[in-house]
């Protein structure tokens, strides 16, 4: 029943309701996942609702690569690991395929936007800057310093 409220929400437009509902519908759900879909009825619209707000996010995410801000990607890439992880517990696997795409179609764009996020949180970052990326400005690694000379929010050097 919370799936297809889930679906609602999500139909009427309100996403974020519908995100909410299915992260708590995820967290109190029994095991095994064929307890949730022991009503037929409920299968198809899960499959939406997971579709839909993993899509959703993965938008979100190709957004904030896009702007290169790699603080919103970071958290759009948990947003969406939360989303799928959710989807996994309640269907049993990933959600697969997009509203009105072929199969794999939301497998396929994930992995593609997948490596642009890694290629984003590691451009011009050694390894130990990439293991701390979000205090990498502190690192006193030549590389590093040379990164932060040039990035554009720091006024040029007077010399």
Not at 6 to 27: F, K, P, Q, V, Y
Not at 90 to 114: C, F, M, Q, Y
Request: net charge negative; proline share 5%.
């Amino acid at each position: 029943e919370a799936i297809l409220l889930a679906d609602t929400a999500l139909r009427d437009g309100d996403c974020a309701g519908a995100e909410a509902l299915w992260r708590h519908i995820a967290s109190v759900v029994p095991s095994p996942p064929e307890a949730v879909m022991a009503g037929a009825r409920a299968a198809g619209p899960a499959q939406r609702v997971a579709i839909a707000l993993c899509g959703r996010a993965l938008d979100e995410l190709e957004a904030a690569i896009d702007c290169g801000d790699r603080i919103a990607a970071r958290r759009e890439h948990q947003r969406l690991f939360d989303l799928r992880a959710a989807s996994i517990r309640l269907l049993g696997s990933a959600p697969e395929g997009g509203i009105g795409s072929g199969a794999g179609d939301l497998t396929n764009r994930k992995s593609e936007v997948e490596a642009r996020y890694r290629q984003l949180c590691s451009e011009g970052n050694p390894l130990m800057c990439n293991l701390f990326s979000d205090i990498w400005c502190l690192c006193t690694h030549g590389a590093c310093l040379d990164v932060v000379h040039q990035h554009p929010s720091r006024p040029a050097r007077l010399q």
